[in-house]
């Protein structure tokens, strides 16, 4: 039988060989937590091929397929709602000229989307927009008056720019015009009609 004193010794030979092999195991599972690698992002992926497409178009300089790549961004189809993204698009079509570009970046300045809320940067590139004779541009332009958005309230401009943007096909347009003018008198709204016809775009 073992005496007590022995036992006690290879015990402790046994702990002692086990400690290093601890140590390492220990070791491993620490460094393994450290290098795990990481989780895959939650945002989607853009795999539409109508996307895609627009894309390619967009970055090539295409102002029209970037104004289209835009509207994807800021409604969210076949690509996350992104209206940073949207806003990016937009001004790069907007600044070759492209007119609905033009009235979608002033409708993110004027609803803080995407943009710094900002009435003066949306009346500029509405202004922009009409000065092309874009028909919804007309309309913005007519809201912006009508309640006094970056400029004074003035029924009569209101009316001139509703006016406009029925003229040039905004269905839409001849309600809200139809609306402003009963706060208006018949001569004010005599003077908005003439107003109307007398407009031309400003060329600077």
């Not at 949207?86 to 995407?114: C, E, I, M, P, S």
């Not at 912006?144 to 839409?172: D, I, P, T």
Request: proline share 6%; aromatic share 8%; hydrophobic share 40%.
């Amino acid at each position: 039988m073992m005496s007590p004193q022995l036992h006690r010794r290879m015990l402790g030979v046994t702990i002692n060989r086990l400690l290093p092999l601890i140590s390492l195991l220990m070791l491993y599972t620490v460094v393994s937590s450290c290098t795990s690698p990481p989780q895959p992002s939650s945002q989607p992926l853009a795999t539409g091929p109508v996307a895609s497409e627009l894309l390619k178009r967009a970055q090539g300089g295409d102002p029209k397929a970037q104004n289209q790549l835009g509207l994807h961004y800021s409604e969210g189809r076949e690509l996350p709602q992104n209206y940073q993204e949207a806003k990016y698009w937009f001004k790069r079509a907007a600044d070759q000229g492209h007119a609905g570009a033009q009235v979608n970046l002033g409708t993110l300045y004027a609803l803080g989307q995407g943009a710094p809320f900002s009435d003066p940067m949306a009346l500029f590139w509405f202004q922009k927009a009409a000065d092309q004779r874009n028909a919804l541009a007309f309309a913005k332009l007519g809201m912006m008056y009508e309640r006094g958005r970056g400029v004074s309230q003035n029924f009569v401009e209101a009316h001139m720019w509703y006016n406009l943007s029925a003229a040039y096909g905004e269905k839409r347009a001849a309600e809200s015009r139809n609306a402003v003018a009963k706060h208006m008198t018949a001569e004010q709204v005599a003077e908005a009609e003439a107003r109307a016809k007398k407009w031309a775009p400003n060329r600077r």
